[in-house]
């Protein structure tokens, strides 16, 4: 491998043609002679994956701020044409005065129905379907009350990422997902459900070597297929709108994500602990870890744009195992503090201080002999997975395990 030609492409902004020849190179290791590379190809790797994603989010905002951009200047157009109305209506009031004429009709006045009739589509955003090739038909108006799009749509969506995908519709699992990328767009979606997304992000995201025409094509009969399916589960609801050129699941479905749940009881864990409220603390911890039953959407292993969250949602969880094992062994609750330390060993078998709190439990429970094995698991983990030697803290603590000193 070539390190300059992965700067060159870098300094380009060809990420994804960086992260193809990294790939290589690490794959080359892998079976190669130079074990000690790989560590650090895999970290060069994952920075080249999160300049992409980078880079796709940043177009994503360009295209954000100039459609913004132009509808300001709509908004400002339509408001001077309102304001303009509204004069020559005045005029139009004083010259009836003074000549003691009778009003016209409300579709003749410009400050009248026909006024508001003009107007009224910069009032009533439209939202199209936008699923069938060539057709963009509206499927829904704001009305002159403000209700919002599909008001009645009154469906739950129930969707669980940490573990096996799955997803419920009135408490109803949707199975028989789509061939393609439905079910991909499907979860891209409900991840990124906090603002549209733009059309052109889904086909760099899933269609990222095709061309544009073929890359609409796809996304359009994805989108086709992904409503085909829900609308057989719960046919009252349009679950996927699309509008100015954005993908977004109807604001009117009550959504629930076990990913978000998780990061609540994370952030109000945290939140307690630092006013001091310890046991209200493990409590939210707690749940977090129930929650948690596996990596953020792990049959999308090798997707990029899964990666970061994934990435957040395991420290989010490793951080949560810590506080607990640290509360069960400071509680004297040694199985309980083993368990969990075994949990975070599970995510990351190189945790050190993972296995020195598991050392200390087995010792304090009378199992000296499962500590020094756990000592031996430390030694293999770390030399296995990123060539190094246990710490001097955890040496020493196996020193003092075998002179049967207090842990």
């Known amino acids: 491998m070539e390190t300059d030609s992965i700067v060159q492409l870098v300094l380009a902004g060809e990420y994804r043609e960086a992260a193809r020849h990294v790939q290589e190179a690490l794959a080359a290791e892998r079976d190669g002679s130079s074990p000690v590379e790989t560590p650090l190809l895999a970290d060069a790797l994952g920075i080249v994956q999160l300049c992409l994603h980078s880079c796709t989010e940043a177009g994503w905002h360009r295209s954000c701020v100039e459609r913004s951009e132009e509808h300001e200047r709509s908004l400002r157009k339509q408001l001077f044409g309102l304001l303009e109305a509204i004069k020559l209506s005045r005029a139009n009031v004083g010259a009836r005065r003074g000549a003691d004429v009778a009003s016209p009709a409300p579709d003749e006045s410009p400050g009248g129905e026909a006024l508001t009739s003009c107007l009224l589509p910069a009032l009533r955003p439209e939202w199209f379907a936008g699923a069938w090739p060539g057709e963009?038909?509206?499927?829904?108006?704001?009305?002159?009350?403000?209700?919002?799009?599909?008001?009645?749509?009154?469906?739950?969506?129930?969707?669980?990422?940490?573990?096996?995908?799955?997803?419920?519709?009135?408490?109803?699992?949707?199975?028989?997902?789509?061939?393609?990328?439905?079910?991909?767009?499907?979860?891209?979606?409900?991840?990124?459900?906090?603002?549209?997304?733009?059309?052109?992000?889904?086909?760099?995201?899933?269609?990222?070597?095709?061309?544009?025409?073929?890359?609409?094509?796809?996304?359009?009969?994805?989108?086709?297929?992904l409503r085909k399916l829900l609308a057989r589960v719960h046919g009252g609801c349009s679950y996927v709108l699309f509008q100015d050129g954005c993908y977004?699941?109807?604001?009117?479905?009550?959504?629930?994500?076990?990913?978000?749940?998780?990061?609540?009881?994370?952030?109000?864990?945290?939140?307690?602990?630092?006013?001091?409220?310890?046991?209200?603390?493990?409590?939210?911890?707690?749940?977090?870890?129930a929650i948690y039953q596996s990596e953020f959407l792990a049959e999308d292993r090798y997707e990029d744009w899964v990666m970061e969250k994934r990435q957040t949602l395991q420290e989010l969880y490793l951080a949560a195992l810590y506080r607990l094992s640290e509360h069960y062994l400071q509680q004297q609750d040694y199985d309980g503090c083993a368990r969990i330390c075994k949990a975070m060993l599970l995510v990351d078998g190189c945790n050190e201080e993972a296995h020195r709190r598991l050392m200390r439990c087995y010792c304090r429970l009378g199992q000296t002999h499962l500590a020094v094995r756990q000592y031996h698991f430390c030694v293999e983990a770390l030399a296995r997975r990123v060539q190094l030697s246990p710490s001097v803290e955890t040496v020493e603590l196996l020193r003092k395990i075998r002179q049967r000193a207090f842990v």
């Open 136 to 225: 963009h038909a509206p499927v829904a108006l704001v009305d002159r009350q403000g209700a919002q799009p599909h008001a009645g749509c009154a469906a739950t969506l129930d969707v669980y990422c940490l573990g096996p995908f799955r997803a419920f519709i009135d408490d109803q699992l949707v199975t028989e997902w789509p061939n393609g990328k439905s079910k991909s767009v499907f979860k891209y979606l409900v991840t990124h459900r906090a603002r549209p997304v733009t059309r052109e992000v889904l086909m760099e995201t899933f269609w990222p070597n095709a061309d544009p025409d073929a890359a609409r094509n796809n996304l359009n009969v994805a989108i086709y297929g």
């Open 248 to 289: 977004l699941l109807n604001p009117a479905l009550t959504v629930w994500v076990d990913a978000d749940a998780f990061v609540k009881h994370c952030r109000n864990g945290e939140s307690l602990e630092f006013r001091g409220e310890r046991e209200a603390a493990m409590a939210e911890h707690r749940a977090a870890e």
